[in-house]
């Protein structure tokens, strides 16, 4: 995919940063557009025609080879998911930050990261994170963990966290991070696999129907640091 | 506590099954009502009046001494909370069966109770369960395991199960129980503490609020074995 973005911001004597700031992305994301290097979601694409003035059919330009390719999956072979270990455990934590601030939420501080990156790479950790790798950069990540169900006598595979950074979306490799949990659950013999998504995030809600999941009626509480000390 | 249940009830032919079944009630519970054994809930002393028509100062007779040992505490001193292991793991399996039946769930099936025994008191245990004992009889229980918050960087007690039986209610079990759970949070590090509560479940809503917790604004997903095994 090609697009004429940089043109574009050219004559309107913008800078990638600016331009990232009009439309709420990092710098990053406008850097890997203007190189055609993704598709971005529809409503991103908008916000830039929106912002540059042309129409989304000026600024992207897709060739029907270049369809071809993208729908016949080649691309999801190149996604290769590894484990995260001593090595690369400072990138799986920069993605975990990702999704905190995706989410609106506090990502871990500066021993938080420390323990994060401990405990990732520990021989005994307390979760399993892998990487997802594009050409050998790591671009999404899911982690999980065991829990169980008294009601079922199985075990439950908790997805805790799901991310694919947003320049890399529309590939499927969400839906291939997603998968390769489910292979998981499967092969751990559990009766359940079982994952929470933010009210408002409603792309979460459909990408999560569109596997048959179903929407739970139960609350969900929490107890933390300060309230939890307060408890005598 | 003493009670005229039982003469209420042989004045308007009524066996402790056909009361039981107009309150809503197991018919154990009616037992142990009119055994003077422990103290219901409002509501179910409110229904009983009305079934059987009488004010619930008759039906319910303390005296001042009780209520103050009942005030005092003393009966939290006698419940004790017991590790399961494989001689009460039985026992455990028919409170959590009792517990899916107060929330109008399955409970686990034949082979399920049998890998819920084999689980519950297995060394390489995936959770951790508690009894609550009265005078030698598991009136209520705890399960949870440990979870992870890859924001916090640290662990989180999940509390899978509590429960007491109704006719034990109304006593600080759970309380007890509850806090034992927080005490083990905060002994091994825990960040946080987690758990869910079916949507119309008020009571334990007002419960967990008591202690200060939060609900949150997530939705809990789930996928189970058929959608799961349906997933290619």
């Given amino acids: 995919m090609r697009t004429t973005i940089k043109e574009h911001r050219a004559r309107l004597?913008?800078?990638q940063e600016q331009l990232a700031e009009k439309v709420g992305v990092r710098r990053e994301t406008i850097v890997f557009l203007e190189k055609g290097k993704y598709n971005p979601s529809l409503r991103l694409a908008r916000d830039i025609s929106i912002a540059l003035g042309v129409s989304i059919e000026e600024l992207f330009l897709f060739d029907d080879e270049e369809k071809k390719h993208y729908a016949s999956g080649d691309d999801l072979d190149m996604v290769h998911i590894v484990p995260v270990d001593a090595g690369n455990a400072?990138?799986?934590?920069?993605?975990?930050?990702a999704l905190a601030n995706f989410e609106h939420l506090d990502p871990p501080g500066e021993e938080g990261r420390a323990r994060l990156i401990s405990d990732a790479s520990s021989a005994d950790r307390p979760f399993r994170a892998f990487l997802a790798m594009v050409e050998g950069v790591a671009v999404g990540y899911v982690t999980y963990f065991f829990t169980y169900s008294t009601f079922l006598a199985r075990r439950t595979l908790f997805l805790e966290d799901i991310f694919v950074l947003e320049e890399y979306r529309g590939r499927g490799i969400g839906t291939k991070l997603f998968r390769f949990c489910v292979d998981e659950?499967?092969?751990e013999g559990c009766g359940r696999m079982e994952w929470t998504a933010l009210d408002w995030n409603e792309p979460a809600h459909?990408?999560?129907?569109?596997?048959g999941a179903k929407r739970l009626d139960?609350?969900?509480?929490?107890l933390t640091g300060d309230d939890l000390d307060a408890i005598q």
Same sequence: chains 1, 2.
């Fill in 13 to 15: 004597n913008l800078t």
């Fill in 90 to 97: 400072e990138r799986y934590v920069e993605l975990v930050e």
């Fill in 185 to 187: 659950a499967k092969r």
């Fill in 206 to 211: 459909r990408f999560y129907e569109g596997f």
């Fill in 218 to 222: 139960w609350y969900l509480f929490r």
